[in-house]
């Protein structure tokens, strides 16, 4: 009770300690943001302040992002101040007199004299816990392998900031009942998870060599709950694979992963190009492109180029071009309003109303052949049946395929999109190169994927190129398909 006791008034000391920084931090960005309307804001079309303007805006948001910090320092005490730890060992490490109290919670904390007084259950000693009985152990540390031995395993039952029980076990003890039971005391319905990991599933949580890490497990298994708990992992690791929320992308069914991410995480081809059309750009009594100059540019692109790509440089040079002309442009109108005297007053101001008209005439001109409509482009491949069959040149077809054919014309006609096509849309909207590719995920989590197709994973193999993957699927449980063990195979 003596460890218990000190812990809690040190999270007492350290919350008391945040509240009054927040409080300041919150009070100082009020009275800053006040300081920026008085001083900028009635000025804001004076170019002069732009400057100093862009100066208190970076100072603002690095006090937004500081307070912040805080706030989530001090969620994080009011968890601790809820239920300190939950487990304990004592560790001895080989070659090292001192046994060593591993306390073990949610979340790291660390006094003072810079003594840790309880180690986040992520921790790499922490999987000592999880992983081994009493006696020889070991686990993984930044400076290498540590082997030791454990002495004692404890756990503890801590709620709502009371000490309620705690037992010694040689094994790690799931089961509710016989917790109570060794205990010798009662308590309420136990839910939180980390407690309960199994060595099994500690390994699949930590592991971080596996590019495609892949889990099978019958409903009931605790994949979801695995898949949640390395989320979490990842993200304490942070420090050494620069991961955070923004690096992961879950796919789930499962209403729990968003739930619990808000709780409790930090708790196709060239063939059809041409029927785009490309138009002769006249601007300031002048042709700047012609039709046929622009499209043996689009042509003659580097082919490591995609299609959107290279008609989005196609549009940049042509809008480029129309801003080089557009102070001539100006001129040229007001040289034309000037002959007429009922604008004698308002040359300049007509001038440059005529040309924000005539601009947006010719980015609506331009973007009608830079721009695809991909339905439109989808719908041309299934109506154009020589084109159809031409692209199809190699495959092997299904033996209804012109009804197929027939059936999705007539639904894209009534602008009718099939699950499967919504897919191949998509599919062929990315291969051209239209999309928000993210080299910064690193980590995408799929859970259920036993009902998922290739194309599914081609997608995502296309849209996050850089990053690792988790996959839990249960084949036993595949809906609207047959599956198997050779599923994985295939992914």
């Known amino acids: 009770m003596e460890y218990f006791n000190g812990t809690m008034y040190e999270i007492q000391l350290q919350l008391s300690e945040k509240l009054i920084e927040s409080g300041a931090s919150k009070e100082d960005i009020i009275s800053f943001r006040k300081e920026i309307w008085e001083d900028i804001g009635h000025s804001a079309g004076d170019k002069d302040k732009l400057g100093e303007l862009a100066q208190y805006l970076q100072n603002l948001n690095m006090k937004t992002s500081s307070y912040f910090s805080e706030v989530e320092e001090i969620e994080k005490l009011k968890r601790l101040q809820d239920s300190a730890y939950f487990a304990r060992i004592d560790f001895k490490e080989y070659g090292y007199d001192e046994v060593e109290k591993i306390y073990i919670g949610k979340y790291t904390l660390i006094n003072e004299e810079h003594e840790i007084l309880v180690y986040d259950w992520r921790s790499p000693i922490a999987s000592v816990f999880y992983r081994f009985e009493l006696g020889d152990v070991h686990y993984e540390a930044p400076v290498g392998k540590i082997f030791g031995k454990t002495l004692l395993k404890r756990q503890y039952e801590i709620k709502k900031g009371k000490f309620e029980y705690f037992f010694d076990a040689n094994i790690q003890i799931v089961d509710e009942f016989l917790r109570k039971l060794l205990s010798q005391n009662a308590s309420a319905k136990m839910t939180n998870i980390v407690e309960t990991i199994q060595r099994d599933q500690d390994l699949i949580i930590r592991d971080e060599k596996n590019e495609l890490l892949m889990v099978q497990g019958v409903a009931g ?99 480029g071009k129309i801003r080089e002309e557009k102070n001539s442009r100006i001129k040229n109108l007001e040289k034309f309003i000037s002959k007429y005297p009922e604008h004698m007053f308002e040359i300049k101001e007509y001038a440059r109303t005529l040309s924000i008209k005539e601009n947006a005439k010719l980015v609506y001109q331009i973007h009608s052949f830079t721009t695809i409509d991909y339905f439109k482009l989808y719908y041309e491949m299934f109506s154009n049946k020589n084109l159809f069959y031409t692209l199809a ?64 994973f081609k997608i995502l193999n296309l849209l996050f190129p850089r990053a690792k993957y988790t996959i839990l699927a249960d084949i036993n449980q595949t809906i609207e398909k047959q599956t198997t063990l050779s599923f994985y195979e295939e992914i």
Not at 232 to 250: F, K, P, R, T
Not at 397 to 407: S, T
Not at 413 to 433: N, S, V
């Open 221 to 319: 298994s605790g994949k979801t709950s695995v898949a949640l708990h390395r989320i979490a992992y990842l993200m304490y690791q942070e420090g050494v694979s620069n991961l955070s929320h923004d690096n992961i992308v879950i796919i789930s069914p499962n209403p729990l992963f968003g739930k619990y991410i808000s709780n409790v995480l930090p708790e196709l081809g060239e063939e059809n190009v041409a029927a785009l059309g490309f138009e002769d750009i006249y601007y300031n009594n002048q042709y700047l492109f012609h039709r046929q100059s622009l499209k043996n540019k689009f042509l003659q692109r580097s082919k490591y180029i995609s299609t959107y790509a290279g008609l989005t440089q196609i549009e940049n040079m042509i809008l």
């Open 393 to 456: 040149q190699g495959l092997k077809l299904p033996e209804n395929i012109e009804e197929i054919r027939c059936y999705t014309v007539e639904n894209l006609q009534r602008e009718k999109l099939k699950y499967e096509d919504a897919l191949a849309l998509t599919f062929l909207k990315i291969k051209i190169g239209d999309n928000n590719i993210s080299k910064d995920i690193k980590q995408v989590v799929i859970d259920e994927a036993q009902d998922y197709y290739p194309i599914h």
